[in-house]
């Protein structure tokens, strides 16, 4: 099993090294015994949390052969002092196997705490299919911290007789509560994209789902719960496209001949799922032109909102042009998550969800 290690660039393993030879270097030239010590103290620690056990072990034991050599060049060897100094050595070795070992059993762990997040997200969030319909499909989850494998972004893509329905949305909040909400959410779609003649019935379908399973939380989920979300539909007939935003970041069209990346912006966007009890009547769903090899993008706050160096948020619309065009939505996407990654030049702040479809035909 290694250790934790493996995450650090193959300079930073070297240090360990570098310090034992720099350790014994001073030893051998200074005035005063043994300056160097602490050098080759900190190496057989620093060897526990960067390197594998074995290497962990030769680099104590480096230190060990270093130091009986020096005390038998000094004549220390077998005095009070030579035997202190080579126990100190020794002990320093032994702290930075132990270090090894707590790091490597907390790894085991956290495998174990991926696996089951893992399995746990694929039956929550399972892939769709690479084609539903006249559609070819790509989806992609990737969470703000690489720990958590889980959260409050969520995707769907189903066929139904009104055509192939789509929905990408964000939970507020973090955590159980956000997994839960998404499972919710999802089982409802996918029980009622057959059944709603339209966008709107199928928000209200989601809403009403949402709402009944609140009823026994406590008062702040049930006021301040929502979930932005954006339905989707293509005809099967005429191709044609429906979108109904519910406070979600609008998707993006790029077309097939690789021509400027549009941003479908809603003319009226309605409130997220959630605060129907506001009273404000849903919006009607804008209808968009989509031929056949277009690719439709949508996104979570995610995308839009992860920031570079200097504050500016990521624009898809502007970023993506230059780099397709693309002939497949995973292509698309892993493009997508490569620019972002370059963007943020770190972690994100967010979970993000992204969802791709091209019309084949």
């Known amino acids: 099993m290694a250790t934790l290690s493996t995450q650090w660039p193959r300079y930073v393993r070297l240090v360990p090294w570098v310090l034992v030879v720099g350790g ?28 594998p056990l074995r290497d962990t072990v030769a680099v104590g034991a480096a230190s060990a052969v270093g130091v009986l050599v020096l005390t038998s060049r000094d004549g220390t060897f077998g005095t ?41 997200q694929r039956a929550v969030l399972p892939a769709p299919p690479a084609r539903v319909g006249p559609l070819a499909v790509a989806a992609c989850y990737r969470a703000a911290q690489t720990e958590a ?29 956000a997994v839960a909400a998404v499972s919710v959410l999802l089982g409802a779609f996918r029980e009622n994209a057959d059944r709603a003649p339209d966008l709107r019935a199928l928000a209200d379908a989601l809403e009403h789902s949402l709402a009944r399973e609140s009823t026994g939380s406590d008062e702040e989920v049930r006021t301040e719960g929502f979930v932005t979300a954006l339905l989707g539909e293509v005809d099967g007939v005429d191709g044609g496209l429906r979108l109904l935003n519910c406070g979600h970041p609008g998707p993006y069209r790029l077309p ?15 409130l997220p799922l959630g605060m129907g009890g506001l009273g404000v009547p849903r919006s009607a769903p804008d209808a968009w032109p989509f031929a056949p090899g277009d690719t439709l993008l949508l996104v979570t706050d995610g995308v839009t909102e992860a920031r570079d160096g200097a504050g500016e948020f990521y624009d898809p619309a502007a970023r993506l042009a230059p ?9 698309l996407i892993d493009a997508l998550v490569m620019d972002v990654r370059r963007w943020t030049g770190g972690p994100r702040d967010d979970d993000m969800a992204v969802l791709a479809v091209a019309r084949r035909t």
């Open 24 to 51: 014994l270097v001073w030893d051998s030239l200074a005035t005063a015994d043994y300056w160097g010590d602490p050098m080759m103290a900190a190496a057989s620690v620093l060897a526990g949390a960067l390197l």
């Open 80 to 120: 009070t002092a030579g035997w202190l100094e080579l126990t100190n050595t020794v002990f320093a070795a032994l702290i930075g196997v132990w270090v090894n070992r707590v790091i490597a059993r907390h790894g085991r762990r956290l495998a174990v705490v991926r696996s089951v997040a893992e399995a746990a």
């Open 149 to 177: 494998l889980i959260g409050g972004d969520a995707y769907a893509v189903q066929e139904t007789p009104f055509g192939v329905r789509l929905l990408i949305a964000d939970v507020r909040g973090k955590g159980l509560r």
């Open 256 to 270: 097939a001949d690789g021509g400027a990346v549009d941003l479908l912006a809603a003319r009226d966007p309605g």
């Open 323 to 331: 780099l397709g065009p693309f002939d497949r939505p995973q292509g």
